[in-house]
């Protein structure tokens, strides 16, 4: 096997293995998602309430995991008792369970955030939001007046507004810093009856554990008639806590998962087996000439000797005005500066002023000065520039 091969598969087995390790070793968090599940523990779930449910309805409550469009094509029922807490069903649904209502049925329905066809339906137009950290839940009819319930844990703080006339309030909430607002009221639909209540919250496992809680939550279904009452839950199956849960309960993204984990393994595989190996930098041959002519001019410098480096400059400027400019060096008198000054354009003193430096490089018995080269040697390079 391919040593890159191996080096692969044991990164890939050992972040399996940390993975594993992270979701044995996990520390239990308090979910506080509002996720009114009947099989959740968690604050907000309904597991309590689910368990109760049979006592509070005398044992005729049957809890149904289909939606309500498909429920009812398939059974037709005696006028009955709905219950729906938070369950996010769909429109078809809906009408199926005002078709029931009609007809004599009574519908409890807990939901924070009723579709508008069925608001306007009920007698509401709008809910109301507050955004206080806590209220209280209060019925207004007499008998109950005395029955409340303190919501300190993120309320919804929805209640109803532009209620119609014909719409009874059973309850309102009560704030510190707003007026109050109905939360749950009653309406005639048909031959049966609409109970809405705006503030599921009460149900959840967190506030039915308090004492005193469970009063009001009876108090609520005493409204309901003495019969056969159907809850439409979200599910009955218990909802994994594997951290990659939601991937794998969706078929789409759960073959996109396995697909990427085999497609992972293949590119490995043929990776490891066909990569290339490594090819060695070559340095390319150094161009040697610059330092050659550094070294050079560092040891003319360091001798001394300006006047043979001024000599060298003036004879390899003669050199290139005779082959670019073809101009005949032997003389270097007038005529040869006006046809310097020609083929050039520099300005007569300066071809003047460099003829005499070069005189004087080729002069072997004149002084030279270090400023002369200089001189020089930035006039002959202006004048080919």
């Excluded at 523990?41 to 309500?68: C, I, M, R, T």
């Excluded at 073959?255 to 043929?270: E, K, R, S, T």
């Excluded at 041959?285 to 002519?293: E, G, I, M, Q």
């Amino acid at each position: 096997m391919n040593k890159t091969f191996k080096i692969y598969a044991v990164i890939f087995i050992i972040v399996m293995v940390i993975l594993a390790l992270l979701e044995v070793n996990k520390k239990e968090t308090t979910d506080w998602r509002k996720n009114f599940d009947i099989n959740e523990k968690s604050p907000f779930g309904l597991y309590v309430f689910s368990h109760e449910a049979k006592d509070l309805f005398k044992n005729k409550l049957k809890k149904v995991d289909q939606v309500p469009y498909e429920y009812y094509n398939q059974f037709k029922k005696e006028p009955h008792n709905i219950i729906v807490i938070e369950n996010d069903i769909d429109k078809e649904s809906w009408k199926k369970i005002l078709d029931q209502v009609s007809k004599g049925s009574d519908a409890m329905l807990m939901v924070s955030r009723m579709p508008k066809d069925i608001s306007d339906s009920i007698g509401y137009y709008d809910s109301e939001i507050s955004f206080e950290d806590e209220n209280v839940l209060k019925l207004t009819d007499n008998k109950y007046q005395n029955d409340f319930i303190k919501l300190d844990k993120f309320p919804s703080g929805r209640g109803f507004s532009f209620i119609k006339p014909n719409v009874e309030i059973l309850g309102k909430t009560v704030e510190k810093k707003n007026s109050d607002q109905a939360n749950f009221i009653k309406v005639k639909f048909g031959k049966g009856t609409i109970y809405a209540h705006s503030e599921p919250l009460f149900l959840t496992n967190y506030y039915l554990l308090k004492p005193g809680s469970i009063k009001y939550a009876q108090d609520v279904f005493s409204y309901l008639p003495d019969r056969e009452t159907l809850w439409f839950v979200k599910s009955n199956s218990k909802t994994s806590r594997f951290f990659m849960r939601f991937v794998l309960a969706n078929p789409a993204l759960k073959y996109a998962w396995w697909i990427f984990l085999g497609g992972l393994v293949l590119f490995i595989f043929f990776n490891a087996k066909r990569k290339q190996r490594i090819v060695a930098v070559i340095e390319p041959l150094r161009n040697t000439s610059l330092d050659f002519v550094k070294s050079i001019g560092n040891l003319y410098l360091q001798e001394g000797d300006f006047h043979d480096m001024m000599a060298k400059k003036a004879q390899y400027f003669l050199n290139k005005v005779r082959i670019d400019l073809l101009i005949d060096t032997k003389e270097l008198d007038t005529e040869f500066a006006k046809k310097l000054q020609l083929k050039t354009g520099k300005p007569m003193e300066m071809i003047v002023e460099a003829i005499d430096l070069i005189k004087r490089a080729q002069d072997p018995y004149a002084s030279v000065m270090k400023e002369d080269l200089a001189r020089i040697n930035k006039l002959l390079d202006d004048i080919l520039k």
